[in-house]
């Protein structure tokens, strides 16, 4: 039994208690592979390798944000992000159209947390609630660790929910949480997708083909009636099952409420783009990507792009208005980015913070980094006006969804 990647895959060699982790991790989903008959759907896979209550990527806390991790997030990479944030959600809140509540989804190492309490308390508009919802014990306790550095006037604002209360007014935050969510993956055969299931293959891991079920069949008509063609034969691909039910959650809340849900991804025509024949799914290993979810079961993260044509007709559906679609260089400098950025850099002491700040401005905003790649949804429900945003006021891209 091996979690060693395949010849041609070069990634550092995890820790001997990482690597013993990880193999009984393989032996619980061996015993999943076992119980469904000798394959489980990929996104049941997916599920357990990322948030397995003990050894799971996300679960465990095994999952590292930033230069010493496996991936850099924007909050991580800078306080900007946060910043901007602050300055989009003041003005929400500021001129009544949302109440003061903040709900933020997957809070990660609580970086983003940190920043916007405290850039919203500079501006003299601290929320009455700071609400976290994240399935991972283990980085709602990292959350705890980074916050407890805030004031306590600050700190005892947040608190951690399972779930979106219905009494909730006000902003709510998604930061590369999609992305995250366990995706279904298929490959057209003969005009009808085929669902792709993993098994054991005595070493490793490995892809079987299975009949698709009603949903599959379903999801990828959708696809084709989005891109306004069927997908052609040998076509692979993932659909995200999971981000419905996540979007059902989010529309528990009664009151007004505007929703920043931020992610790597395109419209349908472009994800399913022949370009992208392969798909998108992505693992994430100390800063190195590739396309194999079968070495490190439990090590590694494990993502694919966002469908946001399905996010916003799915939105829709639950009566949600859709304010906009903006790339995230849009949003950053729509919502006060260049002025931040002018204050902090006019306000750096050496050379070095100048150089640093310069960096991270880049990092978020130009298109060959996260600028084009990262884009936001920007979604509302019971809030008039509901597109006027200053962080919404660079290049709307709404008609491309
Ligand atoms: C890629 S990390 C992003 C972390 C953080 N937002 C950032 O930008 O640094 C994904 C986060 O989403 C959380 N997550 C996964 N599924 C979730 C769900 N259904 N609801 C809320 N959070 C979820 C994970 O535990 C993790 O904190």
Redesign the pocket.
């Known amino acids: 039994m091996s979690v060693i990647p395949e010849a041609g895959l070069r990634l550092p060699e995890p820790s001997p208690t990482a690597i013993a982790a990880s193999l009984l991790l393989i032996d619980r989903l061996r015993g999943d592979i076992e119980a469904s008959g000798g394959a489980l759907d990929f996104e049941r896979y997916m599920a357990r390798v990322?948030?397995d209550t003990q050894y799971g990527y996300?679960?465990a806390g095994q999952?590292g944000?930033g230069v010493d991790g496996d991936?850099i997030?924007?909050?991580?990479r800078s306080t900007l992000f946060g910043r901007c944030l602050a300055q989009q959600i003041a003005e929400l809140a500021g001129d009544g159209r949302v109440g003061r509540d903040v709900l933020?989804?997957?809070?990660?190492?609580g970086?983003?947390a940190c920043d916007v309490l405290t850039a919203l308390d500079e501006v003299g508009q601290a929320p009455e609630r700071y609400l976290i919802?994240?399935?991972?014990a283990a980085?709602r306790e990292r959350q705890r660790e980074t916050l407890a550095g805030l004031p306590e006037a600050l700190r005892t604002r947040v608190s951690w929910v399972d779930e979106v209360p219905e009494i909730f007014s006000g902003t709510v935050?998604?930061?590369?949480?999609i992305?995250?969510?366990p995706v279904r993956r298929f490959v057209i055969r003969q005009g009808q997708p085929r669902a792709l299931a993993v098994s054991w293959g005595g070493e490793r891991f490995v892809e079987v083909e299975r009949a698709a079920d009603a949903d599959l069949i379903a999801a990828v008509e959708g696809i084709g009636r989005r891109r306004g063609e069927a997908l052609p034969e040998g076509f692979r691909s993932e659909y995200n099952a999971?981000q419905a039910?996540?979007l059902a959650?989010l529309s528990r809340a009664r009151g007004p409420l505007a929703a920043l849900i931020?992610d790597y991804g395109w419209s349908t025509r472009e994800l399913y783009h022949f370009e992208r024949r392969k798909g998108t799914l992505m693992c994430h290993y100390r800063h190195l990507a590739h396309d194999d979810p079968y070495v490190y079961p439990g090590l590694q993260?494990i993502?694919a792009h966002v469908d946001f044509s399905l996010l916003a007709e799915q939105a829709r559906a639950l009566g949600f208005d859709l304010a906009g679609y903006v790339t995230q260089a849009g949003f950053l400098l729509g919502a006060g980015g260049p002025r931040l950025f002018e204050q902090a850099y006019a306000q750096a002491t050496d050379e070095t913070e100048r150089y640093r700040l310069s960096s991270e401005f880049r990092a978020l905003v130009m298109p060959t980094e996260m600028g084009e790649r990262f884009k936001l949804l920007a979604l509302t429900r019971g809030v008039p006006d509901s597109g006027h945003w200053m962080g919404l006021s660079v290049s709307n891209r709404i008609e491309r969804l």
């Open positions: 990322l948030y996300y679960a999952v944000f991936f997030t924007a909050p991580e933020e989804f997957g809070a990660g190492s970086r983003l919802v994240d399935p991972s980085l935050l998604a930061n590369e949480v992305d995250a969510l999971s039910a996540w959650g931020f993260d993502t």
